[in-house]
């Protein structure tokens, strides 16, 4: 049963990138005062997982892929809103990985010692570097997140922030299924930030 403030377009949303957001934050332990990276930031796990570190109280670095893709998300909690890790000063604790290849590679040598990467997805689609003993010499952990299994308590969870105008599922777009088509389309070009629901009529 919703809540009259969360319409079923907005619930949409939430079942597997907010609770994939959710869960790989919690089991990284994230805590205030934390540094935290999260890359592929413009997406739906990203976007998600921007506003959950920040109400966590921690410092929230969103990556994206270009200025544009990082439009809204300092209003969503990015305290930092980046395109490269050229530009990204000291190290991160935490590291929530939505793109893998180069990016990736370059973060696991920005980890704070005994800092957790939390490996969600590889939307670049490139293999990524990892220097030989650079886990073991920082003492990192490298964990793959994929959601599943029983998520009721944490979609109930996630409805609850939405009603509490706590959580913004950022829903870019709401389609007809008849215009599946094109909104994938849209998607594999990146032109949908946050995410894109199809409504059947």
Do not use: C
């Not at 089991?27 to 506003?51: E, K, L, Y």
């Not at 886990?135 to 994929?146: C, F, H, M, T």
């Amino acid at each position: 049963m919703l809540p009259d403030a969360v319409d079923f377009a907005t619930a949409a949303a939430l079942p597997v990138a907010g609770v994939t957001a959710l869960r790989a934050l919690r089991r990284a332990g994230v805590r205030p005062g934390q540094r935290v990276a999260i890359t592929g930031a413009s997406g739906g796990v990203g976007r998600f997982a921007v506003q959950l570190a920040h109400q966590a109280g921690a410092e929230v670095y969103a990556f994206v892929g270009s200025p544009a893709r990082g439009a809204g998300l300092a209003a969503l909690g990015a305290d930092h809103v980046l395109t490269d890790t050229a530009t990204l000063e000291g190290q991160v604790d935490v590291t929530l990985d939505n793109v893998g290849g180069a990016l990736l590679g370059e973060l696991l040598g920005r980890m704070a010692p005994g800092g957790t990467v939390l490996s969600i997805g590889a939307t670049s689609g490139e293999p990524t570097p990892v220097q030989p003993y650079q886990l073991v010499a920082g003492r990192l952990k490298l964990i793959g997140i994929q959601a599943g299994g029983d998520t009721g308590a944490d979609l109930a969870h996630l409805v609850r922030l939405v009603a509490e105008g706590r959580l913004e599922p950022s829903v870019d777009r709401v389609a007809d299924w008849s215009q599946a088509g094109q909104t994938a389309l849209a998607l594999v070009n990146r032109e949908i930030r946050g995410k894109a629901v199809l409504t059947i009529t």
